[in-house]
Nanobody
Framework: QVQLVESGGGLVQAGGSLRLSCAAS????????MAWYRQAPGKQRELVAV???????NYADSVKGRFTISRDNAKNTVYLQMNSLKREDTAVYYC??????????????WGQGTQVTVSS
């Protein structure tokens, strides 16, 4: 079994910063792709940023230049540094981790979600 625990959400004023963390634990052989998604009220969940096992990153156009995704492979943790936050960044943020539980069993897991609220 694999668990993902997110932290770092909260209330921040527009222009401020927050750093989200997502730590994976349990039956983990290796982790491949780690990503952050978000879902605003009344909207579909959308991909925010993704990082490969080799460190390659990709971002939604709406966050490019403001958000940075990174990972610490020794800690099985992915981070999302969010700067210059805007009201439209308000959403529940979810991490998603693709991993192998052993040499053959592969799966993808979601974190519980953490609320980010940006006030004007």
């Amino acid at each position: 079994q694999v668990q993902l625990v997110e932290s770092g959400g909260g209330l921040v004023q527009a222009g401020g910063s927050l750093r989200l963390s997502c730590a994976a634990s349990g039956s983990i052989f290796s982790i491949t792709v780690m990503a952050w998604y978000r879902q605003a009220p009344g909207k579909q969940r959308e991909l925010v940023a993704v990082i490969s096992s080799g460190g390659s990153t990709n971002y939604a156009d709406s966050v490019k230049g403001r958000f940075t995704i990174s990972r610490d492979n020794a800690k099985n943790t992915v981070y999302l540094q969010m700067n210059s936050l805007k009201r439209e960044d308000t959403a529940v943020y979810y991490c998603n981790v693709a991993l192998y539980e052993n040499a053959y069993a592969r799966g993808a897991y979601w974190g519980q979600g953490t609320q980010v609220t940006v006030s004007s």
